[in-house]
């Protein structure tokens, strides 16, 4: 997760609720480790991203 580029369209955040959330300060946040079910929404996500701020390893 790139905070640096990310716009706040909070797209991962909904499309992923386990990985991302919206912090304090406006920005996606990846906030625990991937629940293992929540892989495939997470790369979902990530190709998703409008500036490419989500990587998934
Ligand atoms: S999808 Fe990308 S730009 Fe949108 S909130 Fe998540 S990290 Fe930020």
């Not at 406006?26 to 998703?48: H, I, K, S, T, Y």
Request: hydrophobic fraction near 45%.
């Amino acid at each position: 997760m790139d905070k640096n580029i990310c716009v706040a369209c909070g797209m991962c955040a909904d499309g992923c609720p386990e990985g991302f959330r919206m912090g304090a300060d406006g920005l996606a946040e990846g906030f625990q480790d991937l629940p293992a079910e929540a892989l495939e929404d997470a790369q979902q996500v990530a190709a998703d991203c409008p500036v490419g701020a989500i990587f998934i390893s």
